[in-house]
Structure formats: C-alpha cells, structure tokens
C-alpha cells in the first residue's frame, strides 16, 4: 500500500505594490512575485502552496492562516509600514513558536524581520544592472543542495556590506558584484522553536525567481524551515516536579 507523504504547507507573501504601480515590474512577474515563486513551490509534490498580499483582509496572514503554515515566505520592499502591527507581531509569535520564515530580498527592512533580528538589518546598496556571482559557501548544508559552486546572476541589485544582523548562524551564500562588494546573500538563524532564511537576490525588475538554481533554492529552504516542533514560546509558572520541603 502506498504510503501518503504529509505535505509542507506554504504561503508566498507579497506586499504587491509594484505590481500595481510599475509596467516593467509587470513585464517581468505578470502574476506578480508571489505567483512566480508559488508557481516555482507548487513543481514539488510535498509542498501545498498559498499566496497571500497586503491588500488581503489581515494581509492574509490570519491566526488561522499561520496556524495552517509550516514555511511562510516573505517579499517586501515600498510598503513595510502599511503592514500592521498586529499582524507583525502575530507573524513573530508563529515563527517562535516553530513556523518556518523565509525573508527574501528588500524583506531585511519588514518589521517581522527587524524584530526577530533585534538590529536595524540596514546595509548598502545599488541599481546598476550588475553581474552578481553567488558562491555556495556551505555545500553541505540542506539549502545548498543541488546547487553546485556558484549561482550566476547577469542583471541584479547590489546589497553590499555592511549587513546590521546578528552572526548568522550558518552563512550559506556569499556574493560578489561586478562593482567589487561582497555580501552574506544566504543566512540562517534559528529563533524561538523556528528557522529564519533570508536570501537576498530577488530585485523587482529582474527576472530572478525564473532562475532555475534560485527557484531550486527556495524550495529547499521550505524543507528545512519546516517546523521540527510547534509549541507555545512562553514564560510559564510551573509546579515543582518533585516535592518540595522536609
């Protein structure tokens, strides 16, 4: 009999702003962002995939919704203030309570990243249609898999370093462009009972999320963001397990 693979529940976040506002962004991603990296997710037979944007009642990011989630991805850049506090701090509470979290590109600046951070998570960066070349620094990590030595990028955005983050606790990817910087692009943290990705190739206006080893790489993240344990992340008043006293 065959046996039935429980399947990694997923949503693709997206704010949607340039989508809406900027024909080129259009040009590149007519399904907007979320729907080339759904449609990247939704290749795996594990992987049970949802998009959900800002304009969404709760952002689509409802109790109920990330009770639902194993891996929630997360693409931001114009609009981090227009996500509301309460659904940011309800996104925070999931990750610590073990729901995996993948930030992806300008996603360094959204609050739920700032807070699970604790720093600024600022860096430097530049628009000039540069060559990126990103080396897979840990090949045997999960998220590495399959990748080989480098990923080749014609056209991106620079992020360069300084990078306002606590030590990553794996730096999987590094970075050089064309103009000389250098950049942790594939970082790891864990946070509570939860894993943190944050990949930073993925500029609006290039076609990055088509890039066959990029796509290959978020899929692997979903895998091992997903959550090893779901549990409340508190600080509980407990009975003595012993007895106490004479």
């Given at each position: 009999?065959?046996q039935m ?7 693709v976040w ?7 506002r ?5 040009a590149?991603?007519?399904e907007?962002i ?9 290749e795996?037979?594990d992987l049970?995939?949802?998009t ?19 891996a ?15 659904v940011?701090?309800r996104?925070v ?20 990243f700032?807070r699970?951070?604790g ?28 990748i080989g030595?480098t ?11 300084r990078?306002?983050v ?5 730096v999987?990817?590094i970075?050089?462009y ?7 692009s ?5 946070r509570?009972y ?8 993925g500029?609006?206006?290039y076609?990055?999320?088509y ?16 959550p ?10 407990v ?8």
């Open positions: 009999m065959r693979v429980e399947r990694i529940r997923v949503i997206n704010e949607g702003r340039h989508e809406q900027n024909a080129a962004v259009r590149v991603y007519p907007g979320h729907g080339a990296i759904a449609a990247a997710l939704r795996q037979t049970a995939v949802r959900a944007t800002l304009d969404a009642p709760e952002h689509g990011l409802t109790e109920e919704a990330l009770r639902e989630t194993d929630l991805l997360w693409w931001g850049h114009i609009a981090h203030e227009e996500v509301r506090e309460e940011a701090e996104v509470r999931h990750v610590l309570e073990g729901m995996g979290l993948i930030v992806l590109h300008s996603g360094h600046l959204s609050k739920v700032r699970l951070m720093t600024s998570c600022t860096l430097k960066w530049r628009e000039a249609d540069e060559r990126e070349r990103i080396w897979n620094v840990e090949p045997g990590h999960p998220v590495a898999a399959g030595e990923i080749e990028l014609e056209r991106t955005e620079m992020y360069g370093e990078f306002d606590p030590p990553p606790e794996r999987v990817f970075s050089w064309e103009g000389g910087e250098v950049f942790r594939g970082c790891t943290w864990e509570g939860g894993r943190v990705f944050y990949l930073a190739p500029h609006e206006t076609p990055i999320y890039q066959p080893q990029i796509r290959r790489v978020l899929v692997n993240a979903v895998r091992w963001v997903r090893r344990v779901r549990r409340e992340h508190a600080c509980r008043n009975p003595p397990l012993e007895k106490l006293g004479g």
